[in-house]
């Protein structure tokens, strides 16, 4: 399966007790999907999956299939990679259960693993599914980065794609063009909306932008234009959610993701202990809101938002 457009490393929503708060967590997965994300990448780095037990995570692909079967044409992408080769073997398992359209993972992380390792982990998630499975590259939370010749290797035991979060143009150019010179079946996914456009002309047709968590009009908007190639206003929001982005990388991504939906009126619940929200007399919600209703109105974009009343 190929992938086009923008899925969304979604958030989990959680009590202030640190139970996850389905509720709010498929209301969230139904908003972005309705304003034109194409699909969800489920239980990342964004999504807390390492903070979660995998039978957490499972419940969490169970209620991304049913907000997904009110929609069309989206896609789900469960994040399966463990600290262990068994737990992301049995994760991978149940999301293929479940019905998504592929697995990704992270290489196991913590512990510092030799290229062997990293290597048998992979296949035997590959050998358990009939699934696509996508390797998931984010040495900043792994320690450990896929080399050129390691994505060599994991295609010849049957990788489908590869999903980028350093996006670095030496590593990803010589993937891609390797690729395509070579005739091989094998998708790069852009693992954020940075690099979106020089990237798009050498053949990445699909990114998982954070920023449809909280801003999925204009991330919509950018990859419609991107497609029609309405390249003047492509550059124009590509620009602008470049700026945005920056200022938004004030503290974790997570947090910055409930900070802005609270600052654009909904209710945005709680990520799971240790991770904490600023207190909400904190005066930066209303700056964020500040810099969304800014930059929506500078791209002509509807801006719309909830009733919440924490941001007065």
């Not at 990445?204 to 009009?217: F, R």
């Not at 950018?222 to 497609?227: E, K, N, S």
């Not at 991770?275 to 930066?284: I, R």
Request: charged share 20%.
């Amino acid at each position: 399966m190929i992938f086009k457009g923008s899925l969304v490393p979604n958030i989990t929503f959680f009590t202030r007790e640190g139970d996850i708060d389905f509720g709010k967590t498929k209301w969230h997965m139904d908003w972005m999907l309705g304003l034109g994300a194409d699909g969800l990448f489920l239980t990342g780095s964004y999504g807390l999956g390492p903070l979660m037990t995998n039978s957490e995570r499972v419940e969490i692909f169970k209620a991304a299939k049913e907000v997904t079967g009110k929609h069309t044409n989206k896609s789900l992408i469960a994040h399966v990679g463990c600290i262990d080769t068994r737990g992301a073997v049995e994760l991978a398992k149940a999301a293929e259960k479940i019905g998504v359209d592929a697995v990704g993972a992270v290489p196991p992380f913590y512990y510092k693993h030799t290229d062997e390792a990293v290597l048998a982990y992979y296949k035997a998630i590959i050998e358990a599914v009939k699934l696509p499975v996508y390797a998931y590259n984010n040495p900043t939370t792994s320690r450990y980065t896929i080399s050129f010749k390691m994505v060599n290797r994991l295609q010849a035991v049957g990788l489908a794609g590869l999903k980028d979060s350093p996006m670095q143009v030496g590593f990803l150019s010589e993937v891609a063009y390797d690729a395509k010179v070579n005739k091989k079946n094998f998708q790069i996914i852009g693992g954020t909306s940075t690099g979106w456009l020089p990237y798009y002309f050498m053949g990445m047709k699909a990114m998982i932008a954070g920023t449809n968590n909280w801003a999925p009009e204009l991330v919509t908007e950018l990859v419609r234009a991107t497609f029609a190639e309405d390249w003047p206003r492509a550059e124009q929001l590509y620009l602008e959610m470049a700026d945005i982005n920056h200022k938004m990388h004030f503290t974790d991504s997570t947090i910055a993701s409930h900070m802005a939906l609270y600052a654009r009126g909904f209710d945005a619940g709680f990520p799971r202990a240790p991770m904490q929200l600023p207190p909400f007399s904190d005066p930066k919600y209303g700056e964020i809101r500040g810099w969304l209703k800014t930059t929506f109105d500078r791209l002509g974009l509807p801006y719309t938002e909830g009733d919440y009343t924490l941001i007065k």
